[in-house]
């Protein structure tokens, strides 16, 4: 139930889309309008979370540590899971931005004939890495729609791609990749019980509208065969903000745009927003150096403290009858009387 309202919301885009293209004044809203509507609202919203996020106070050290932190010299310290220098975290979040290390370590817990059993689970690691991959290079590819001339390294990356050619148009790997990606990543999401009772209905909102505009595309490349040249003068035009809508624009590609646009639009207020977040967590940026450095918190209230010295000394007496042991026999003279 809860994937059924994202599901319909983005079947509503489609059909928005693919009657949005009969007439003049709405293709022009759809092909111009939304999509600079889209632009501002991802560019705004993402800058002003990011700001957010930069700003708010980080009063603890809160580093994640997953190994052995530095100590004597002789204990050797892991200096990737529990990094100590500021190098040392730099070397961990890039790691992490780019293989996705702490997922890696995703364990699964079960019950198996009324026991606990924990077990490592490297498929959702190996999905994850898949998508973002594989998006990323068809990102990097689409380049080529709004730049004069196209940049060598677009070029190269899109033979490189493409080069299992298996047929014109050829099949590009990123699109195998992504497409069995996004269909492991939403059958997780319905499979497992424990995922499925986490997930919210924006959850499911992302991934179909990665799918669509997946497929959308795919479509255009193989199915409907839409005129990529008309579309690069459009997109140009877009990208120079002297838009021209040609009234041949297929209705694959305004599906295509329109779900591209929500999901830019939506963005910057949803879970996807941890492509920017991940940067500015506490918990991975900064590095433990709690040991050797001592943080204090610059807010920290001056609080009458009550140590045990003069804990010991207001008690000596009642102590002393009790005889139990004082730490020092002295103190009280010394240091209170
Ligand atoms: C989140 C952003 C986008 C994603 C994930 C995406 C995804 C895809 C995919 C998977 C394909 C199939 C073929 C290929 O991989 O090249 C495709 C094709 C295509 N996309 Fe996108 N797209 C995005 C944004 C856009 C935008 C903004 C435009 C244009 C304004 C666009 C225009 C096209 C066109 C014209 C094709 C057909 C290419 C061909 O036939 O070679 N896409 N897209």
């Not at 022009?28 to 800058?47: D, K, Q, T």
């Not at 019950?111 to 990323?136: I, N, T």
């Not at 493409?162 to 992504?178: H, R």
């Not at 920017?276 to 590095?287: C, E, Q």
């Amino acid at each position: 139930m809860k994937a059924l309202t994202p599901l319909l919301a983005v079947l509503a885009i489609v059909a928005l889309a693919a009657l949005g293209g009969l007439a003049h004044a709405s293709l022009v809203l759809l092909a111009v309008f939304v999509p600079y509507s889209a632009c501002a609202v991802f560019l705004i919203g993402f800058c002003y979370r990011v700001v957010r996020w930069a700003w708010a106070p980080v009063p603890f050290r809160i580093p994640t540590t997953c190994g052995q932190q530095k100590s004597l010299p002789w204990i050797k310290p892991a200096s990737l899971d529990n990094p100590s220098t500021g190098w040392g975290a730099f070397r961990r979040m890039t790691l992490e931005v780019l293989l996705f290390r702490s997922l890696f370590r995703n364990n699964r817990a079960r019950l198996h004939d009324q026991r606990l059993v924990l077990g490592e689970d490297r498929y959702l690691w190996l999905g994850a890495l898949a998508f973002h991959w594989s998006l990323l290079v068809i990102l990097l590819r689409h380049l080529r729609l709004f730049l004069q001339p196209v940049p060598v390294f677009v070029s190269l990356l899109s033979r490189l791609d493409g080069s299992f050619q298996v047929g014109t148009p050829a099949v590009y790997v990123s699109d195998v990749v992504v497409v069995g990606a996004l269909v492991y990543l939403t059958a997780r999401r319905f499979r497992s019980p424990q995922v499925r009772y986490i997930s919210l209905p924006f959850d499911y909102l992302a991934l179909f509208l990665l799918l669509g505009i997946v497929i959308s595309g795919l479509l255009m490349r193989f199915v409907f065969r839409v005129d990529v040249a008309a579309i690069k003068q459009f997109a140009l035009g877009l990208a120079v903000f002297h838009p021209s809508v040609p009234s041949t624009l297929a209705p694959i590609f305004l599906i295509h745009l329109l779900l591209v646009s929500t999901l830019a639009a939506y963005f910057p207020f949803s879970t996807l927003m941890h492509m920017g977040g991940v940067f500015l967590s506490p918990t991975r940026n900064l590095a433990n150096n709690n040991r050797s450095q001592r943080h204090v918190n610059p807010w920290n209230h001056p609080v009458k403290t009550h140590s045990y010295a003069e804990w010991e000394h207001e008690f000596r007496d009642k102590l002393k009858i009790a005889k139990l042991p004082l730490e020092n026999e002295d103190a009280g003279k010394i240091a209170f009387d």
